[in-house]
């Protein structure tokens, strides 16, 4: 049986040479989830095996009678619990949801996946209510990252199993969200490629939402061409017509001074310096851009934050109906939503409309900002689990770099810029709102010079 850990033109390849077919793909993938020895259990939350082989068998179908609907044809695609599926309940890795009404219908973005061509193999695990950056679930245990899992370390969040399923070979891509990093942390912790679209790019109908404003839908996956294709169709684009590369020589590229470079672990310093470095010695031109704005976002969210009062707007009936059901970590970043006022709200939409506008004129000229995903290596398990401070502290410090590409309601990459066989870091290319193409762009030139193959 073909393996999954490959790309989507890899497997695609694969499938219109007649060296694999759609079923055979689900079978390989179902055999990994099964593995005792393996991730499958902690990873998915939802399976429905007879659902994933009715879509292959379709696939094959419609191959065998000389048609393809997409790239994705016939390849198994994990999505992650959050997302409807017509006649299943919705748990978003929850247990306080459980008996609730079965979806009427697939979420819109698993129509689109569905109409061109992907098997759906389940859903994934997450962080409860996609609410922390960690990935851990008392529920359903947290998969382990694929980076010295002897030890335990967090596959990131809160899209955390959305990242086994493609390290692991369950899946060859996976659809995750992301309001503060969750489609980036994980891919940059376990040695992936993620991108968050602008917020409004991909329809969110029948996703249970953690911020309608700062929710975005995004795939994770094995290259920058992945994410492109998947982003297309999210997207109702044509997967044909997709980002060109830009050229590496005199791509500009800027690396923010101010927050995002703080608190770096040495293995992550490192490679940081060293991508820099080799963009540089291709042609790019580097340039350290203050943007001393990135140090307002903490005053500006010292009364209160956008997410926590949409959380609380959506949870509140269900806190009160269910509440000792949560991860109680989770319920009280839920509660401090509880206690904002609508004139405080209001006035944190107004500050976040200034402060973008601000930072929006200072990065025109660049294609790029690019700086650490996140700025450690995983850490363990066992000991976020224990502590409460330092499962927060530790939290916060994963979310850092990402939210601020939310905050800004841009997009971005996380993309591998690691040793091989060292720890994973990923390298964060981003970029203003519906700026999408021009990231994924330029994603595409900073990921080959930066290629070790």
Known sequence: MMALESTIADAAAALSSGAASAKSLVETAIARMDDPSGEGKRTFIRRNDDRARGLASASDAIRAAGHSRSPIEGLPISVKDLFDLKGETTLAGSIALKGAAPAARDAAVIRRLIAAGAVITGTTNMSEFAFSGLGLNPHYDTPRNPFDRATGRIPGGSSSGAAISVSDGMAVAAIGTDTGGSIRIPPALCGLTGFKPTASRIDREGAIPLSTTLDSIGPIAR????????????????????????????????????????DMDAHVAK?????????????AVI???????FAEIASIYSGGTIVAAEAYHWHRELIEKAG?????RVRQRIMTGKAQSASGYLSLIEARANWKRRVERQIAGFDALIMPTVPTIAPEIEPLVRDEARFFAVNGLMLRNPSVINFLDGCALSVPCHEPGTAPVGLMIAGAAFADRHVLA?????ESALSRD
């Open 324 to 328: 000792d059901r949560y991860d109680q």
């Open 442 to 446: 330029a994603g595409l030139a900073i």
């Open 271 to 283: 490679a940081f310096e060293a991508a820099v470095s080799r963009l540089s010695s291709a042609g």
């Open 223 to 262: 290259s920058v061409a992945c994410c492109a294709i998947l982003d297309a169709i999210m997207a109702g684009e044509n997967p044909q017509d997709l980002p060109q590369a830009l050229p590496i020589r005199g791509l500009r590229l800027a690396v923010p001074q101010t927050v995002v470079l703080s």
């Open 287 to 293: 340039v350290d851009l203050p943007l001393e704005e």
